[in-house]
C-alpha cells in the first residue's frame, strides 16, 4: 500500500494569523488538499495558538467528517493536561505525541521513551481507550522501538529534519537514511507501523521510500505550503502523492 499523506495546514494558519482577517482559510486549503487525494490532515496546536488555533480543530474535524469520511486527522504536541483535553474533545484518528517544549519555533528532537515510558504509559493507554491511534515522535535511534512498544504505542513517526537539512549534502543524507531505515527495522520488529515528518519534499522522499518501502505515513507542512504558493495547493498535494509512490 503506497504511503499515505497527510497535510499539515500550521503554516497555513501561521500565514492567516498575520492579519486578522479569516484568509487564507485553514478549512479551505485543507479541502482542496483532501479533493486533490491527500489522506488526512495534520496539525499541531500550540498554546499560544501562533499555528492552528484552537478553534480551528472543530471546523477540521467537521471538514472530514462531514465531506471526506474516509480520511484522517492528526492532532501532533506535547501532552499537557490542556492537550489532551484538546484531543478528547476532538477525536482524531491519530494522536503523535511530541516532546515539545512551549518556546519552540518547531519540534527538533524526538522522546527518550526510555527515560520517559513511565511518564508515557498511563498517557499512551488514556488515549488509547479513547479509540485514537497513538504514534511516538522518535529520533534516528533504534532503541526506542522497544519501548514504545512496552508503552503501548501503535506507530511511532521518524523525525526527518536532521535529513531535510542535508539537501546540499548527499553523503550525510544518505548516513541519515540509513539510521532511519534501521530505526524503522527496529520498530517493524516490533510490531510498530512507521509514520515519518519534518522537512520532508518532493525531492528527498523517493530516496527515503526506498530505503523505508514500508513507511506507513508521512505528514508534511512547510513544503508543501512553500510548493502551493508556486504550483497551487491541488497540484501540490498531487505532486507529492507521487513522491509518496517514489515516483
Not at 516532546?99 to 498511563?122: F, I, K, N, Y
Not at 485514537?132 to 522501538?145: C, E, K, T, W, Y
Request: include cysteine; aromatic fraction near 6%.
Amino acid at each position: 500500500m503506497p504511503t499515505q499523506l497527510s497535510v499539515n495546514v500550521n503554516a497555513i494558519a501561521m500565514l492567516r494569523n498575520r492579519r486578522d482577517l479569516p484568509w487564507p482559510s485553514v478549512t479551505g486549503l485543507g479541502r482542496i488538499a483532501l479533493q486533490a487525494g491527500a489522506h488526512g490532515l495534520t496539525v499541531h496546536p500550540r498554546p499560544d495558538q501562533r499555528h492552528v488555533r484552537f478553534s480551528d480543530l472543530p471546523e477540521l474535524r467537521a471538514l472530514i467528517d462531514d465531506e471526506f469520511p474516509g480520511a484522517e486527522f492528526n492532532i501532533e504536541g506535547f501532552p499537557s493536561r490542556d492537550f489532551m483535553e484538546l484531543v478528547e474533545r476532538t477525536r482524531p484518528e491519530q494522536v503523535t505525541l511530541v516532546p515539545d517544549d512551549p518556546s519552540q519555533a518547531t519540534s527538533d528532537h524526538g522522546w527518550d521513551v526510555r527515560a520517559e515510558r513511565e511518564t508515557l504509559r498511563p498517557i499512551v493507554a488514556r488515549l488509547k481507550e479513547g479509540g485514537m491511534r497513538v504514534s511516538l515522535f522518535v529520533d534516528a535511534d533504534p532503541g526506542q522501538a522497544p519501548f514504545a512498544a512496552e508503552v503501548g504505542a501503535d506507530r511511532i513517526e521518524l523525525y526527518t529534519g536532521p535529513y531535510g537539512g542535508c539537501h546540499s549534502d548527499p553523503d550525510a543524507a544518505a548516513r541519515i537514511i540509513e539510521a532511519l531505515g534501521k530505526t524503522a527495522d527496529a520498530a517493524h520488529a516490533e510490531g510498530l507501523a512507521v509514520n515519518a515528518g519534518h522537512d520532508l519534499t518532493v525531492a528527498n522522499l523517493p530516496p527515503l521510500l526506498a530505503r523505508i518501502p514500508a513507511l506507513a505515513e508521512v505528514s508534511i507542512g512547510h513544503a508543501l505550503t512553500a510548493d502551493a504558493l508556486e504550483f497551487g495547493m491541488a497540484e501540490t498535494v498531487r505532486r507529492f502523492l507521487a513522491a509518496c509512490r517514489g515516483t
